[in-house]
């Protein structure tokens, strides 16, 4: 089974509308034989960020329309980092903060992963911030950061403390 990352923009972007298509996701996806592992919706309820585990992106294309949703993209396969599936599923937790890094061409996954792990512990500069995890792109376009901060700025000397880029961040509901 593989993840993938499937991202929404609600029809009814209120915090209504995000959970109720959230709902509808859900459904939906059980009639392809994938499990949503997780959603999470930004502050202002206009972008839903949900990863689900199927066999393959093609049992994902029922979701390519989802009831309630202005815009669905395809799905992308992504890789977990820095938290184990089985806790995610078991827990279902909730993060404060996105963060969204457009990566830059030149990057592999190999590359990725080692500075990863090479500048994580530099997060135990700025205690008040939780890295979480991260889903990274296989075709490696992007990665979605998550955090459990106190504020925007925190976030933003975590990121700047690991040396990494933030294209968009999102405060999540």
Same mark, same amino acid.
């Given at each position: 089974?593989?993840?993938?990352?499937?991202?929404?923009?609600?029809?009814?972007?209120?915090?209504?509308?995000?959970?109720?298509?959230?709902?509808?996701?859900?459904?939906?996806?059980?009639?392809?034989?994938?499990?949503?592992?997780?959603?999470?919706?930004?502050?202002?309820?206009?972008?839903?960020?949900?990863?689900?585990?199927?066999?393959?992106?093609?049992?994902?294309? &029922?979701?390519?329309?989802?009831?309630?949703?202005?815009?669905?993209?395809?799905?992308?396969?992504?890789?977990?980092?820095?938290?184990? +599936?089985?806790?995610?599923?078991?827990?279902? &937790?909730? #993060?404060? $903060?996105?963060?969204?890094?457009? +990566?830059?061409?030149? +990057?592999?996954?190999?590359?990725?992963?080692?500075?990863?792990?090479?500048?994580?512990?530099? $997060?135990?500069?700025?205690?008040?911030? #939780?890295?979480?995890?991260? $889903? @990274?792109?296989?075709?490696?376009?992007?990665? +979605?950061?998550?955090?459990?901060?106190?504020?925007?700025?925190?976030? @933003?000397?975590?990121?700047?403390? @690991?040396?990494?880029?933030?294209?968009?961040?999102?405060?999540?509901?």
């Amino acid at each position: 089974m593989s993840l993938f990352l499937i991202e929404l923009v609600p029809a009814d972007p209120t915090r209504e509308g995000a959970q109720a298509l959230i709902e509808t996701l859900a459904s939906q996806s059980t009639g392809t034989g994938a499990e949503l592992i997780e959603s999470q919706v930004t502050a202002d309820a206009g972008r839903v960020f949900a990863v689900l585990e199927a066999d393959e992106a093609e049992a994902l294309a &029922p979701l390519a329309s989802v009831d309630g949703a202005a815009e669905v993209t395809a799905p992308a396969e992504v890789r977990l980092v820095g938290a184990e +599936l089985a806790d995610i599923k078991a827990a279902r &937790p909730h #993060a404060g $903060y996105l963060v969204e890094w457009d +990566l830059p061409a030149t +990057l592999d996954m190999d590359t990725y992963l080692a500075n990863k792990k090479a500048k994580s512990p530099r $997060y135990a500069q700025v205690p008040e911030v #939780a890295f979480l995890r991260t $889903y @990274v792109r296989e075709d490696m376009l992007k990665c +979605l950061c998550f955090y459990d901060a106190p504020d925007q700025d925190t976030v @933003v000397r975590a990121r700047e403390v @690991v040396q990494t880029p933030i294209d968009r961040l999102h405060q999540l509901a």
